[in-house]
């Protein structure tokens, strides 16, 4: 009963207007930021990455566990200014990227270390003004 009530009030992403677009169609900034290890390596450990990177944070990451036992249910994006907030399911791919109001998520795990040509991934662009 709790999943059939949490998916009529839910704020989950796959709500948003999202498309699917290759790694040579993502905005140049997203492109070069994922292309560079050395400007990544830093942010390999975390799973929301908002660009450009010297501008003032404008999402947090929230975890979301299960009422029962140790798991993760979902994770919380939320706006930090609005408190607006959209539930991204256990198992999505990371990182996050946050880049002028869109929310890009790789189709593939661990693209930093296990991924040799990044052309090979997929992204997902949700719109965050929605």
Same mark, same amino acid.
């Given at each position: 009963?709790? #999943?059939?009530? &949490? +998916?009529?009030?839910?704020?989950? @992403?796959?709500? /948003?207007?999202?498309?699917?677009?290759?790694?040579?169609? *993502?905005?140049?900034?997203?492109?070069?930021?994922?292309?560079?290890? #050395?400007?990544? &390596? +830093?942010?390999?450990?975390?799973? @929301?990455?908002? /660009?450009?990177?010297?501008?003032?944070?404008?999402?947090? *990451?929230?975890?979301?566990?299960?009422?029962?036992?140790?798991?993760?249910?979902?994770?919380?994006?939320?706006?930090?200014?609005?408190?607006?907030?959209?539930?991204?399911?256990?198992?999505?791919?990371?990182?996050?990227?946050?880049?002028?109001?869109?929310?890009?998520?790789?189709?593939?795990?661990?693209?930093?270390?296990?991924?040799?040509?990044?052309?090979?991934?997929?992204?997902?662009?949700?719109?965050?003004?929605?």
């Amino acid at each position: 009963m709790f #999943t059939v009530f &949490r +998916s009529w009030t839910s704020r989950n @992403i796959d709500h /948003l207007e999202h498309e699917t677009l290759a790694f040579e169609n *993502l905005p140049t900034e997203v492109q070069h930021y994922l292309e560079n290890p #050395t400007d990544v &390596r +830093s942010d390999v450990q975390s799973m @929301i990455l908002e /660009l450009p990177k010297n501008k003032k944070p404008q999402y947090k *990451l929230e975890t979301v566990k299960t009422w029962i036992g140790p798991w993760v249910d979902h994770e919380k994006l939320i706006n930090i200014q609005t408190e607006q907030y959209y539930e991204i399911d256990q198992g999505v791919p990371s990182p996050y990227i946050v880049y002028e109001n869109n929310l890009y998520i790789p189709n593939t795990y661990n693209i930093f270390t296990t991924v040799d040509d990044l052309n090979t991934v997929k992204f997902k662009r949700y719109d965050l003004d929605n």
